[in-house]
């Protein structure tokens, strides 16, 4: 089928984030897959690394969507999340309501920054919030309300998992998860502080209610054929293997994610490809993060294996820059032309690879991801061995 109009915007918004953020490919394409699965996400990573921001700069495109943010901690209660009690209406009728307007509960999308530093207090209703989109009233009995929210955003530099039942039950209902550091390469940093960041010109953006309606009536209609399912089994066991044992519940909400990718990707059909977004959604702990990837993107696609095995040679040349810093000029200027070298070269099989993907009709993200890493690599050399200047390593 011809790509979707909201497919088309969503990719070029994923394109114009990226342009605006070093070492954030993988993060910007696990939020825009979240929302398209109507899902919540999590990003893990220390402070002053951009969530907050980079979340913006990708929910603040879906216009006419109202939008919420809250930064959590183990004093602030719920009510700073989902609305204050309507105390004189309590007094008055007996009533026992929030006042809702301008909170998560009347939000279709919301951010909450470190949640892994939420009230005890909260994590009940918020899971009701998150879980069946309801919220609880007591009107003389119990009730409940549907509510607007499509997806939330959250954000910590700790996991919440074991804080308490509730944050464990809240964990299990983030279906994507990425995990986001400081600048790992010099010249990407040198760049950071050397150059100052330029707009989109013209930015791209998706009317809520066309958003809603790929979400709601087009993605879920995204065929899963059997060569699908056998891939998912495979990856359940090779997971079973390494000890990763993810929930009958979230291997069922992966479904949705493996549809929202052939929907980016502009197929009605989800191929074996598409399960390479499943390295966002399989681990529960970041010792698990690189055998997921790994088994997910083998699984998916074999041209894969290709680009890990670049990615591992471009970490090999990373610790030779390291371990020449305080060495002479002329020692590290010459590593530096052999690294310039190796790095073409692993950028030209990186574009053959490329090349094939889109000759098959293949997912190109993660190569995307790779070509990203050699750009930042580049730098690095640049900066690092060859003693550039960092405000002009960006030209």
Not at 168 to 197: H, I, K, M
């Amino acid at each position: 089928m011809s790509k979707h109009p909201v497919a088309q915007a969503l990719t070029r918004i994923q394109n114009e984030v990226n342009s605006q953020y070093f070492e954030r490919r993988a993060c910007i394409e696990a939020v825009i897959l979240a929302v398209l699965a109507k899902q919540h996400a999590y990003i893990l990573g220390p402070p002053g690394t951009g969530k907050s921001e980079m979340t913006r700069a990708i929910l603040e495109r879906f216009t006419s969507a109202v939008y919420f943010e809250q930064l959590l901690s183990k004093t602030r209660p719920d009510q700073a999340v989902l609305g204050p009690y309507d105390l004189p209406l309590l007094r008055e009728k007996g009533d026992f309501k929030r006042k809702i307007d301008g909170y998560l509960l009347t939000a279709h999308f919301a951010f909450l920054d470190e949640i892994g530093k939420m009230s005890p207090t909260m994590g009940h209703d918020l899971l009701a919030a998150l879980n069946e989109r309801v919220r609880h009233e007591v009107n003389g009995g119990h009730s409940t309300h549907k509510i607007p929210l499509h997806t939330v955003i959250t954000a910590s530099n700790e996991l919440i998992v074991g804080e308490s039942d509730d944050a464990a039950a809240t964990w299990d209902r983030l279906l994507v998860r990425v995990v986001v550091d400081y600048l790992a390469e010099p010249g990407n940093f040198a760049s950071l502080v050397g150059e100052d960041t330029v707009p989109v010109a013209n930015p791209t953006t998706v009317d809520y209610a066309d958003l809603l309606d790929a979400v709601d009536n087009v993605v879920p209609q995204v065929k899963t054929p059997v060569d699908v399912i056998e891939a998912f089994v495979n990856l359940r066991a090779s997971l079973d293997g390494e000890g990763i044992r993810p929930s009958d519940r979230r291997w069922r909400q992966c479904r949705r994610l493996v549809q929202a990718s052939a929907f980016l990707n502009g197929r009605d059909t989800a191929e074996v490809d598409d399960l390479g977004v499943l390295r966002f959604a399989l681990w529960d702990s970041p010792e698990q993060i690189n055998p997921v990837e790994r088994a997910t993107l083998k699984i998916s696609n074999p041209l894969n294996e290709k680009i890990l095995q670049v990615q591992d040679d471009a970490s090999g040349i990373r610790k030779e820059i390291a371990a020449r810093k305080g060495k002479s000029l002329a020692d590290r200027a010459g590593y530096g032309s052999e690294a310039m070298g190796k790095v073409t070269q692993l950028n030209s099989e990186l574009q053959k690879i490329k090349q094939e993907c889109l000759s098959t009709g293949r997912s190109v993200s993660k190569v995307e991801e790779a070509l990203d890493d050699l750009k930042g690599l580049k730098r690095s050399i640049l900066v690092e061995c060859l003693e550039m200047d960092p405000g002009t390593v960006g030209e």
